[in-house]
């Protein structure tokens, strides 16, 4: 024999909630709509972050406190002097990574020429903000009153001697003995080889670093442009002798801010056509039996449903990030 009891009850009380909502309609449509209204004018207050790293980093517990201890002890200010290795977050710098088209060695004339020329024409990316003219010298990081310089930039002028032994690079530090200054190789060189005093042979692939002034705060927009401009301009070269790949990580944020910015106008075409199919679900060959208001209902409650949780949001302050565009989407195909 089975046991009904739970089953019966909620029949039993489903039943009565349908009487009731049958004899009241407007009691159960009124309120609903014009709470969603009220909670829609929280949508003006909402936070939307467009960094990934939000998504990844925390803001409370031992790692952020262990953070904040580094911070405070080991300051850095990009505007004066720009250190990777006081750094505690990832770097908004713009970056490029490049790679022979062959697959072969990246230290040969044709290429290093093709990466100076690279160089230049990322340095030389201008575009306007406000009326201001703004170039990656506006912005960039300091180090030593000037902006920090890919260290293989700066051999660039002597390609020769290196090409031909007279000047050797030591990966992954090369400091010079009467200057103490160093040139940290790690930060261009990947899939490097060297023979057994750590001399660089071989690079498969070389990274240039463009990183910016992120103390100034004031200068956050400038910098944002750029890096559109910077995105742009970088996937439109092509060269003879090397392959170039942008920063998955500015790809990621701005490829997710385009995308959120298309599809919000689509909101309302994929509203008519679930209302459509819905309303068509509904509908048989018999009149009595159909019941298309029933899938606009279901259409209309998904709706208000997304607009008082996103307007909730909004009024409590809690932020919200680009790729949230896809829950109506999602809500609606449900």
Not at 9 to 27: D, E, T, V
Request: glycine letters at 6%; charged letters at 20%; aromatic letters at 12%.
């Amino acid at each position: 024999m089975k046991i009904t009891c739970m089953s019966d009850s909620l029949s039993f009380l489903f039943h009565k909630l349908g009487r009731i909502i049958a004899r009241h309609p407007f009691y159960f449509f009124i309120p609903p709509v014009l709470l969603s209204v009220l909670l829609s004018v929280g949508l003006l207050k909402l936070i939307t972050i467009e960094t990934v790293d939000y998504l990844v980093q925390s803001d409370r517990g031992e790692t952020f406190e262990n953070k904040q201890f580094i911070n405070k002890m080991f300051p850095m200010n990009t505007s004066e002097f720009y250190d990777f290795m006081r750094m505690t977050d990832r770097p908004q710098a713009a970056m490029v990574y490049i790679k022979n088209k062959y697959g072969n060695n990246l230290i040969q004339k044709d290429n290093l020429l093709d990466i100076q020329i690279l160089d230049e024409i990322i340095k030389n990316i201008t575009i306007i903000v406000d009326g201001k003219v703004v170039n990656y010298r506006n912005i960039c990081g300091i180090m030593n009153e000037q902006c920090m310089e890919n260290p293989i930039i700066n051999i660039l002028p002597k390609v020769d001697e290196l090409l031909s032994g007279k000047k050797k690079l030591k990966f992954p530090l090369q400091i010079d003995p009467l200057t103490y200054t160093y040139e940290l190789w790690a930060i261009n060189f990947g899939g490097v080889k060297y023979d057994v005093d750590g001399y660089v042979q071989e690079v498969e692939c070389i990274r240039l670093i463009y990183p910016v002034d992120e103390s100034n705060f004031s200068k956050r927009h400038w910098i944002h442009e750029w890096q559109k401009a910077f995105l742009r301009n970088v996937n439109k070269l092509d060269f003879h002798s090397i392959g170039i790949y942008p920063c998955p990580f500015l790809v990621s944020e701005l490829d997710v801010k385009n995308l959120a910015d298309k599809i919000t106008p689509l909101m309302s075409v994929a509203v008519i056509v679930v209302t459509i199919f819905c309303a068509i679900s509904y509908t048989t060959n018999s009149w009595v039996k159909s019941k298309p208001w029933m899938g606009i209902a279901a259409v209309v409650s998904a709706g208000l449903s997304v607009v008082s949780s996103f307007g909730l949001m909004g009024a409590c302050g809690i932020e919200n990030v680009n790729t949230n565009i896809m829950l109506p989407f999602l809500i609606f195909g449900k």
